[in-house]
């Protein structure tokens, strides 16, 4: 298994652009959500999704958008990218609920110029 | 509301001294907390949970009730602890449904 993976791991954006950060995991876990990290802020819930087709947002949702079309992926959009927006992103799965243990992806570190 | 603190952004140690990472919560019931980490260039992981009252790599942590707290332990630093941890919360039934985290602490070991 590969776990959950991301890409890319590493983004540059000037501001206004727009991208998709992708998430997959192969251990057919039901629920998924993207965090970002900032110094000092700790870990902040953007969205999550507890299953195809059903998302929710989390702490910080602002200027992102997600969308779950199947158990796989998690795709995390930028409409229009905001220096404010710079940080590392993970994506996390767990079996069934959001207080399973949490398996997370390597990150991906975005710069908004 | 439910709320994790960690008030140490950085925690520096020498080899070989114990280690104590701090985190308190806020929460009213019986709260389970649970400790990730994360080692440089590796993803997040789970390190422990208190309902499992396990040792991983020397680390414990005791839940406090009365003191409201969850404090990350080790007796006897080594540099390859140096990492970034969170302590998490996991929220009462029916309520958010989402672990809670920490701002978390940075341990870094010195030789």
Same mark, same amino acid.
């Given at each position: 298994?590969?776990?959950? %993976? ?8 000037? %501001? ?18 993207? +965090? ?47 220096? $404010?927006? %710079?940080?590392? +992103?993970?994506?996390? $799965?767990?079996? $069934? $609920?959001?207080?399973?243990?949490? +398996?997370?992806?390597?990150? %991906? ?5 | ?11 520096? !140690? @020498? ?7 701090? #985190? ?19 993803? &997040?992981?789970?390190? &422990? ?37 969170? #302590? ?12 809670? @985290? ?6 870094? !070991?010195?030789?």
């Amino acid at each position: 298994n590969a776990g959950v %993976t991301q890409t890319p791991k590493f983004q540059v954006l000037k %501001t206004g652009q727009s991208m998709t950060l992708q998430c997959a995991q192969d251990m057919n876990h039901e629920y998924m959500s993207w +965090y970002r990290q900032d110094p000092g802020m700790g870990l902040r819930l953007i969205h999550y999704s507890v299953g195809a087709g059903i998302t929710d947002q989390g702490e910080v949702p602002n200027g992102y958008n997600v969308s779950r079309s199947t158990t796989e992926d998690f795709p995390l959009r930028l409409l229009s990218a905001a220096p $404010s927006q %710079t940080s590392v +992103y993970f994506c996390a $799965s767990s079996y $069934s $609920s959001g207080t399973d243990t949490q +398996y997370f992806g390597p990150g %991906t570190r975005l710069t908004v110029l | 509301a439910q709320r994790v603190t960690q008030p140490e952004k950085l925690l520096s !140690v @020498f080899k070989g001294a114990p280690v104590e990472l701090k #985190c308190n919560y806020s929460y009213s019931g019986s709260p389970e907390l649970f400790w990730y980490v994360q080692y440089s260039r590796q993803r &997040l992981q789970l390190l &422990l949970r208190h309902i499992s009252r396990e040792s991983i790599k020397g680390f414990t942590a005791d839940l406090n009730k009365g003191e409201t707290s969850f404090h990350l332990k080790k007796p006897f630093a080594q540099e390859e602890d140096s990492a970034m941890y969170y #302590c998490a919360l996991k929220p009462p039934p029916g309520n958010t449904g989402k672990l809670i @985290f920490g701002q978390g602490t940075t341990l870094q !070991v010195k030789p």
